[in-house]
C-alpha cells in the first residue's frame, strides 16, 4: 500500500516538478513515504520515472476545450446506430442425435 501511495506521490512531484528526476528525488520521496530502496532498486526504477515524467509533459502540450466532456460513460454502440425493430429473424437449428450421459 505504501508503495502505491509512493507512485501516486511521485507522480504528482513529477507533473508539478523539476525537469528531470534523480536518484536523490527518489531518496527524498522515500523519507516521506517511510520506504527503503536499495541503490539498485532506486537506478533500476529511474528510467521508468524518467519515461513518465516525459510522458506528463506531453500531455501537458494538448490544448482540450473546457467544453470537451470527460469520459465517463463508455458506450461502444456508434452515435444513430438503430436496431432493428420487431421479432428477431435468428433462429437456431433444432438439435439432433443427442444422448444424455448415464
Known amino acids: 500500500m505504501k508503495y502505491l501511495f509512493f507512485c501516486i506521490f511521485f507522480s504528482f ?11 536523490n528525488d527518489i531518496r527524498s520521496a522515500e523519507k516521506i ?6 541503490p539498485a532498486e532506486r537506478d533500476s ?14 500531455l501537458h502540450t494538448l ?4 467544453n470537451v466532456m470527460p469520459a465517463v460513460l463508455f458506450n461502444p454502440i456508434p ?3 438503430q436496431f432493428q425493430k420487431g421479432k428477431s429473424s435468428f ?5 439432433k442425435n443427442i444422448s444424455l450421459p448415464k
Open 63 to 66: 490544448h482540450i476545450p473546457y
Open 13 to 23: 512531484a513529477l507533473l508539478f516538478g523539476q525537469d528531470s528526476v534523480t536518484t
Open 91 to 95: 433462429h437456431s437449428a433444432p438439435l
Open 33 to 38: 513515504f517511510d520506504l527503503h530502496f536499495t
Open 79 to 81: 452515435t444513430g446506430f
Open 45 to 58: 526504477m529511474l528510467d521508468n520515472i524518467q519515461y513518465r515524467q516525459k510522458n506528463y509533459h506531453t
